[in-house]
């Protein structure tokens, strides 16, 4: 490879001696065009590999929720039925692995769509999963990059910081003394999960002749699942994502308190993503972020901010950022981490976006939201006058988004607003269903950090996406903004 000094090799040493000294990967000068394409093979094949894996998920399932009734019999108390059947199938979506452990994560980011019961149960699957093995570790740094991990780094962990459904986390350090992580995939789970899916969609079609199947819209949920594990299955798209979003950061000259990590190329491949390491305490880690003596509010609106300038205004946003991916740093900044799931919208949804924040923060005027919703088939064109609806949707919000965080939710007027255009038979993008999941984890941490809080309110948000008129709304309500 161009531009390498290499020492004299030494297998399975670490330190100097071995090491690449300048290496320059396959993704080294960026990543190529076609890399970036997510290539979803169809969910409508079904073959003998399907056939087997079939046999094996049932028997699983079988096994698992009966043991768990089995137990519920045995105890005659505790737990109902359901959670106890509930508890069992997630016992099997365990032991029948990411893609399981996958759609229990949906399930348990989606309570309101699912039963109690089942959603409470998936929370288990927001955990880690085990770990695999180090020697296959080192095959697959080979793979992709040509060489072991010892003539690539200064040192090199094989135990895992973090281990989940898709890929797990390697401390290492850098030939130049850079401390960096590689997030790794698990081998051959592009074809293992894709199996499984097809399998998940033919079931959901014939459960889509049910009610329950019906109701749940299993086959929009199968899709839904196999575009975004597909996404996540692209490390190449993750990590061009998370540099474009990490270089958007700073735009406008501000924001200096947020970041995220720097992704290394020269030693980034198909199946891995290198990047520069983070220490600090998760989101939600409440008592410890009051013992540093954090402000709680401050650091999210400052989040929140790069958040809303990423998803109106730049364009990839950050897709799932529960506790695990949104850390206050040891120096005091906060960083939004793993990219596997981010959202992009065009540029009319963009506009809708903007709408909906300039008419709650700044004037008020719902008659531009009233003419988007028709537009878009939210609600119908022949509903009445735009001046009468909007005159009505605003004796409804107002008073809503008047209050603080611990009373009114955003994210659930998103999600009202999302059911509706469901009912007149309009299709939001799923961007939009990924920004109301956003707006809810957002306001599980203001409950806890800033109880008294309105983010629906506070323009400081919108600074720079509308910056003369949040200038002029800032002055009449003589507010000043942090740095």
């Known amino acids: 490879m161009a531009d390498e ?18 290496f320059r990967g396959p993704l080294a000068d960026g990543p190529p065009a076609d890399a970036l394409r997510i290539d979803a093979p169809r969910l409508d094949r079904f073959g003998p590999s399907e056939l087997a894996r079939m046999v094996t998920i049932a028997l699983v399932v079988v096994l698992t929720v009966a043991k768990a009734l089995a137990s519920r019999l045995v105890r005659r108390r505790g737990s109902s039925w359901a959670s106890a059947a509930s508890n069992g199938l997630v016992d099997g979506f365990e032991v029948l692995g990411p893609t399981f452990v996958k759609l229990g994560q949906m399930i348990a980011s989606s309570p309101g769509v699912f039963p109690a019961p089942l959603a409470d149960a998936c929370l288990r699957c927001l955990d880690e999963v085990p770990p695999f093995a180090p020697d296959d570790v080192r095959r697959q ?34 030939p130049d003394g850079r401390s960096a992580v590689i997030k790794l995939q698990r081998p051959n789970i592009a074809e293992r999960m894709n199996t499984d899916l ?23 949920v199968v899709e839904d699942l196999h ?5 996540e299955l692209n490390f190449v798209l993750e ?41 600090g305490t998760p989101m939600d880690e409440f008592a410890a972020l009051a013992e540093q003596g954090i402000d709680g509010e401050l650091t999210l609106r400052r989040g929140v901010k790069v958040w809303f300038e990423a998803a109106m205004i730049h364009g990839p946003f950050h897709g799932d950022v529960h506790a695990g991916n949104l850390w206050v740093l040891d120096d005091g900044r906060s960083t939004y981490l793993d990219f596997g799931i981010m959202g992009e919208l065009t540029d009319e949804w963009k506009q809708i976006l903007k709408d909906m924040q300039y008419t709650a923060m700044i004037d008020g005027d719902y008659t531009r939201i009233v003419r988007n919703w028709k537009n878009v088939g939210v609600i119908p064109t022949d509903i ?31 999600k009202q607003n999302l059911d509706l255009a469901n009912q007149f038979g309009a299709t939001a ?18 409950k806890a950090l800033a109880p008294d809080y309105n983010m629906a309110r506070d323009v400081y948000l919108l600074k720079n996406i509308f910056p003369e008129a949040v200038a002029a709304k800032a002055a009449e309500l003589g507010v000043t903004f942090p740095d």
């Open 141 to 174: 740094i080979e793979e992709d990059l040509g060489r072991s991990p010892s003539q690539l780094f200064a040192a090199f962990d094989d135990r895992p910081l973090s281990a989940a459904s898709i890929a797990q986390v390697h401390a290492c350090t850098l």
């Open 239 to 279: 990590a061009h994502r998370q540099t474009r979003f990490r270089d958007k950061i700073g735009a406008f000259g501000d924001n200096k308190w947020i970041t995220a990590p720097e992704v290394y190329w020269d030693y980034c491949g198909p199946h891995l993503i290198c990047m520069e390491r983070m220490t």
């Open 227 to 231: 575009q975004v594990t597909n996404e």
């Open 5 to 22: 000094s290499v020492l004299e090799p030494t297998a399975d040493t670490f330190g100097a001696t071995g090491v690449v000294a300048h």
């Open 429 to 446: 993008p799923r961007e939009l269903v990924l920004i109301t999941k956003q707006l809810l984890y957002f306001e599980r941490y203001a």
């Open 384 to 414: 009445g006058p735009d001046e009468v609806v909007a005159a009505q949707v605003k004796l409804v919000m107002d008073p809503l988004l008047d209050q603080s965080i611990g009373e009114v939710s955003l994210g659930e007027l998103m």
């Open 198 to 220: 097809r399998i998940m969609y033919g079931f959901a079609r014939i459960t889509a002749k049910t009610k329950i199947g019906r109701q749940l819209n299993s086959v929009a």
